[in-house]
């Protein structure tokens, strides 16, 4: 069986060899780093059984259209995101407009050429690059 993806309290599995899929729901399930561990184990139609799975860092990032490369959200997984320009820092251009007078206002333009990027499904956001 081979890990497909985490849709909030489940995973979802798939068996290898007939290609039925399975939800499994947390409670059966402990999560070590990149392994699941069953209990109980979890038994196919076609007789495959399985007590542990590793999530496969490679497949993590395919989408359902099985598009390699597909960019997804660190926390949810969903592939509907949103990257737009960090852009003017009001915070940083009152710290520096105090600091500094009228020269410090431009301080509000410190890092606003940072790619962000917010899923649009749990509304994370996360600066590009980072994960």
Not at 3 to 11: A, R
């Amino acid at each position: 069986m081979i890990f497909i993806e985490e849709d909030g309290q489940y995973i979802i599995v798939k068996c290898e060899e007939c290609g039925t899929e399975h939800k499994i729901h947390r409670i059966k399930y402990k999560q070590y780093g990149d392994e699941y561990h069953f209990n109980p184990k979890i038994i196919c139609q076609c007789g495959n059984t399985e007590s542990i799975i590793k999530k496969d860092l490679k497949r993590d990032c395919i989408d359902q259209t099985g598009d390699i490369g597909a960019v997804k959200c660190p926390y949810c997984g969903s592939t509907q995101i949103q990257a737009f320009n960090k852009g003017f820092g009001l915070g940083k251009a009152v710290v520096g407009g105090a600091l500094l007078g009228y020269a410090g206002l431009l301080g509000g333009f410190v890092g606003s050429k940072k790619v962000m990027v917010t899923c649009l499904k749990c509304g994370k956001r996360w600066e590009a690059g980072k994960y």
